[in-house]
């Protein structure tokens, strides 16, 4: 295990022939010895394989591209951790095809992973949630083409308003269709390429801040619904969810979201017995971010404006 442990993340996607652009995926590896980490070119790639660990039996080895887990494309940690839960819970072996050098192979975490004992990992450096100060650091991109500004304007102007604190909020239903409009234009943006790449992360990076509040409203709304709260009365201030639901996947892509989980979804004697978070506050916290990105994005496009 310690001689596992000194691989570090760096030399894994380097031997893999990419960077990492996040920390390591590490679900149950106390049982695998498998960690993952997200690959800059998109995708995961084995980021280590513990000494005598259920990995190593299967012949993972550092710098394998995942393709799939267990029938899914798992890109993201989210969607490897939730593949590897069900697979925990059902005590059914992990699938993987992996892609090694030119060849993609089958690789197998065995049924028997379950029953080893739980080795001590260390835990994983804390992650970041998504934002553009990384372009903010850098030198300003080329103006936009003047038929294209005006576009990335109304853009920022959108996302301006969803993030407008202190007006009234829409409702749930309207604000769901301003952001998906707001996303329909970027991926038009980026599908006539009438805008840089670095704009289009940019635009992608705030609005994903107001998808995930969308996710919080919703879980809202759904807990009143099963509660059958009258509108007159205040949203109720916590909400259930599993571990394989879209609330777990965004608490996955937002690590600060982890303050509002009051307590996570654990295996029960039938099936998994939900969590229970503050999707108020969530919604809050999202929206803060949002504009908080927001910020540093326009004041970006500004300053490289002639």
Known sequence: MAH????????????????????????????????????????????AVDDDSAAAAGGFRVGDAVVQANGTLARSCGEYARVVREARRERKAVLLLVRRADADVPLALGAGTWERAVAAVAPPPPAEAPSVRALVATRPPSPLPPETHVSVDEVTQ??????????????????????????????????????????????????????????????????????????????????????????????????FLRATVVRDPAPGLVGESSGLWRPRQARTLLWERGREELGRLTGWLAAGTP
């Open 4 to 47: 596992a442990r000194l691989v570090s993340l760096a030399l894994a996607l380097a031997a893999a022939g990419s960077a990492s652009a996040a920390g390591p995926c590490e679900e149950d590896r106390g049982q695998t010895g498998l960690a993952l980490a997200v690959a800059a070119s998109g995708g995961l790639a084995v980021a």
């Open 158 to 255: 959108g996302l301006s308003t969803l993030a407008g604190e202190g007006r009234p909020r829409p409702s749930l239903a309207t604000y769901q269709k301003d952001v998906l409009e707001l996303s329909r234009q970027v991926e038009t943006l980026a599908a006539r390429e009438a805008a840089p790449v670095a704009v289009l992360s940019g635009l992608r990076t705030v609005l994903s801040y107001y998808e995930g509040a969308a996710v919080a409203w919703a879980s809202e709304e759904t807990q009143r619904e099963r509660e059958r709260r009258p509108r007159h009365l205040p949203a109720p201030e916590t909400a259930s969810f599993f571990g394989d639901s879209e609330v777990a996947a965004l608490i996955d892509r937002f690590p």
